[in-house]
């Protein structure tokens, strides 16, 4: 993959979750590029938000069935990101 970052993060992810998270344990959820690695996806991080990240754990996470109708389909795989910050830093995303 291009080690473009603004092609690594797809989006950040707004959850009740992670909204939790956010604010206990300073770690924030991101819908990342399945290409990407750990290095990547912290380089990008800090690098869009100004901030010092201190580890970074991933997910893969498969489609889910769907019917609609009489068609039977599959929603697409996509991975999801956890970014722990340094305690002195936080991204005002809520």
């Known amino acids: 993959m291009e080690n473009d970052i ?10 009740e979750k992670g909204t939790h998270q956010s604010q206990a344990l300073n770690a924030y ?5 399945p290409e990407a690695n750990k290095a990547q996806i ?5 690098k869009i938000y100004g901030v010092k990240v201190l580890e970074v754990r991933t997910a893969n996470r498969r489609g889910k069935p769907r019917r609609v109708g ?4 599959k929603t697409s ?9 340094h305690p002195d830093h936080h991204i005002d995303l809520f």
């Open 29 to 33: 959820a991101f819908q990342v590029n």
């Open 70 to 73: 009489y068609k039977r389909g």
């Open 77 to 85: 795989r996509w991975k999801k990101a956890v970014v722990v910050l």
């Open 42 to 46: 912290r380089q990008a991080v800090e």
């Open 6 to 15: 603004y092609n690594v993060i797809v989006r950040p992810l707004v959850t």
